[in-house]
């Protein structure tokens, strides 16, 4: 079904009001050479809506989710629980079938929502303006890169070893085009050695980054090393976990210069990857140099309360060349799914999720830590993720987890030439809210049953 | 206006049930650093039935693809099938971890690949990554490829060539790319001028971005000769797919010589915009460049389809794990239901509507460019600001009608431009309802201009001051 409706007599009388004959004719301007002819491409026949749902579930059922083996992946991408009503809502036709609200006074939903948005992001990071989403944490966190550069116009970006991987490998494509360069803080204790970043910071340090917690899930000595960066006349990127910040102090609070993160966890899903948002909040003072939509509010001439796209200069559909960004399409809609959530679960549900998940990926690292052989790899605080250092190797281990219908946690090793460092038999496991007892414990007794692999 | 979400509630409300904590409680002071634990958290407190209402109601106050005709140039705001949205939110796609083993994953890696050849299919491209979000996204992966490709030659080239007439992100999409931006001028006939590009490219140019057809959605005849010139200097051939609407089964990029074109898939293959996103902004290669695509790849091996990150050469990670994996959901459902026949006739009514706005409005509005068109016709609205009207004075009256205006002021080599973009979705019915609303537009502007300047009349509010918005900056709201 290709879901038009013009009738063949329909197009007949189009075609005689335009002066042509034939359908055909709207393609001349096309060189005969590269016009098809009538083979279609692809070749395959158009499918009847039962057969392509008998084809996609098909493709879904050789999945194995989370739903259906209880999942201890973490890594950037959380099994964070997400309430029904918020899917009712972002299904609302109004919402996902409109575009960037370019025509405000036909976009009010959208572009309030949006404001709710940015205010949400500014009363979690504790900062003063926030933009209306990019792609996800690791593009969020290039473009902070960039603008503390257009900020500072500085040429060095300090980035912490125990940032996302992934992330890093972002940066640096991202960063490939310009003439920034990028160094590594090194780790001690699986947290960002100040020390040395200390004596690396110089007149050319543009931007220090950090995550919070970090990949390991460890908490940063945030707060300790701002005033050096601050003195140094560097900027401050922390990339945060939104759901973190229900219980620790706001990076606005600490320092923080430019706050980035995924979003994912805030109502999105796990998708395989995406769609998932990314966020970013800075101090008023630098909101011309942000990348992205920003909505404002304002008044029509009633002085009706109403909101727009504002400081739309800095952006490339005006800006050209000279834009803050070549970022145009957005992740409007999971912005949207962030702004319910956080109004659904509010002050208290979005504290008891972090409590939920740092009460229970503790009780799981104090158990497997009795098994014998397993050890945390780190000594440092965390939040609801943690690295444990295994007695075989993590592949043999998740695949028996695998047996048992356990989804395991993410091995190290095979990413220690990204993490830079020693990673042997270590797992990245992440417990959220959605983990009942009952499932970790089952965890912790399938580790005990394979002391001999 | 509706009230803000911070506005309402009260204390000790929630909207959401969550579990009792069933393991020993520990005491947060001990789990979490002295002097990082948060003190306050300034959030709502709403039930679940008043988010329901508050977000239902400014539903209600937005335009949509559902609600209303959407005629927005270069953003192809078809339907998007209802089956679609179902197939993406099956628990088999949305509960899947990025990291989860292959062997959990083969029904979302077959998904992927089938949809990396479908597309290579339809644009006649040898190999395509899915990763880039957004069309902006895949341009800059491109640019990027670009810039790897001739590196690896040892050539030094840092121009990127881009027509005065091409969408915004093109040119600062290859500026973040690190490249210099010439412009090439568009000839009386909105193509390239042939005999300028002739004069720019050298043996300094990287590549030519070219939009085709081109934002007047005219196909750029000279495309072969404009390959030829680019190739002969040793350049690339840079597609914006961005109008693929206009040559599905009509023509490919592939073989108008084009060396890499970016899609969106939430324009041409139905997945809906969102209010701004996500989308996917897939970029396809010939052969020679397949080696430089972003990390991972997917690649099958016998009957096992697997994430392949041994690329040497690639340009490395645009963004975590794969892309927007729920969007390509539903391009591949898309294009499944509609089959290369279905697709064809996407192109032939996207044509027809167009045109046949061009023909029975050319009498009331400018029409800069008179000829045939492809998906899309730009109008002027110069006639009607000799009386003293805008462009956005008539867009702004459309909204009156329930008719989301068009693209205003774009492209930027037609003045007061009105760039209108049906897409097959409408049937004839609703055209001669929006051919009808322009005529009575063009009619007020001769004898009652005020009542545009005054548009729009109907809407939730009236005209909104973007000045004030910008001057006296209120991104968030602050507790009183």
Known sequence: MDYSGNTPLQQKEMLEAIGLRSIEELFQSIPEKVRLQSSATPRARPLSEIEVVNELRDLAGQNKSALDYPLFLGGGYYDHFVPAALKFLIGRPEFYTAYTPYQAEASQGILQAIYEYQTFITLLTGMEAANASLYDGASALAEAALMAARINKRKTILVSQAIHPEYLSVLETYLSGSDLAIKRIPLKEGRVDS???????DKDTSAVIISQPNFFGIFEEGERIAPFIRQNGSLYIVSVDPIALAMIRPPGEWGADIVVGEGQALGSGLNFGGPGLGFMASHLAFVRKMPGRLVGQTEDSLGRTGYVLTLQTREQHIRRAQATSNICTNHALNALAATIYLALLGKNGLKMVAGLCLQKAHYAARKITEIPGY??????PFFKEFVLSCPHPVEKINRRLLENKIIGGLDLAVRKKSLNGEFENCMLLAVTEKRSKEEIDKLIEVLKSLQKL | MSKLIFEKGARGRTGASLPELDVPLKDISGLIPPGLARKNLPLPELTEPEVVRHYTELSKLNFSVDTNFYPLGSCTMKYNPKINEELANLPGFTHLHPYQSG?????????????????????GMDGFTLQPAAGAHGELTGILIVRAFFKDKGEKRKKIIIPDSAHGT???????????IVEVETDGFGGIDIGHLGKVMNEETACLMLTNPNTLGLF?????EISSIVHQAGGLLYGDGANLNALLGKSRFGDMGFDLVHLNLHKTFATPHGGGGPGVGPLGVKKELLAYRPLPVVEKKGSRFYFN????????????????FLVMI??????LSLGGEGLRKVAENAVLNANYLRTELKDYYDLPYDEVCLHEVVFSGNRQKARGVRTLDIAKRLIDFGLHPPTVYFPLNVPEALMIEPTETETKETLDYFIETMKKIAHEA???????????????????????????????????
């Open chain 2, 309 to 324: 990150y041994d690329l040497p050469k690639s340009i490395g990670k645009v963004r975590s794990f794969y892309g927007n």
């Open chain 2, 220 to 224: 750029e005849k000279n495309i072969l």
């Open chain 2, 170 to 180: 093109n040119p600062s999409s290859a500026r973040l790319g690190g490249f210099e």
């Open chain 2, 446 to 480: 001769e004898v009652n201009p005020d009542v545009l300047r005054q548009a729009p009349h109907n809407a939730p509010v009236g005209r909104l001051d973007e000045a004030k918005a910008a001057r006296e900056l209120d991104l968030a709201w602050r507790a009183k």
């Open chain 2, 330 to 335: 539903k391009a591949y459902a898309y294009i």
């Open chain 1, 195 to 201: 020390a040395f970043l200390k004596s690396s910071l």
């Open chain 1, 375 to 380: 050890k945390l790899k780190f000594k440092q």
């Open chain 2, 103 to 123: 062997d959990l994953s083969q029904g979302a890696l077959t998904l992927m690949y089938n949809l990396e050849k479908s597309l290579s299919e339809i644009v």
